[in-house]
Nanobody, 123 residues
Framework: QVQLVESGGGLVQAGGSLRLSCAAS????????MGWFRQAPGKEREFVGG????????SYADSVKGRFTISRDDAKNTLYLQMNSLRPEDTAVYYC????????????????WGQGTQVTVSS
């Protein structure tokens, strides 16, 4: 099992940057595929990015490609999401997720979820 705690959210102006962190518990962090999802009010939960292994392939939603970067530091049991060139439409609660397997885009495939961190981008 793994517990996930997100941090780094906040209020930022359009065009600005934020880096989200996800601290994971457990001794098998490197065995989990990790991802970020987000959910805006009135909208379905949306895949943002995923990474299966440290330094391995990544996957991103089209809406964030070129602006967001997902990475992980297994020595620190931490997942990151670097968000640049933020837009108001990026406003959402961002969730860190984990599953025993490769990272995928389906939210239902993930076993563990953090509590979420609010990201608000002002125009």
């Amino acid at each position: 099992q793994v517990q996930l705690v997100e941090s780094g959210g906040g209020l930022v102006q359009a065009g600005g940057s934020l880096r989200l962190s996800c601290a994971a518990s457990g001794r098998t962090f490197s065995s989990y595929g990790m991802g970020w999802f987000r959910q805006a009010p009135g909208k379905e939960r949306e895949f943002v990015g995923g990474i299966s292994r440290s330094g391995g392939p990544t996957s991103y939603a089209d809406s964030v490609k070129g602006r967001f970067t997902i990475s992980r530091d297994d020595a620190k049991n931490t997942l990151y999401l670097q968000m640049n060139s933020l837009r108001p439409e990026d406003t959402a609660v961002y969730y860190c997720t984990a599953r025993l397997g490769t990272a995928v885009r389906r939210d239902l495939a993930y076993d563990f979820w953090g509590q979420g961190t609010q990201v608000t981008v002002s125009s």
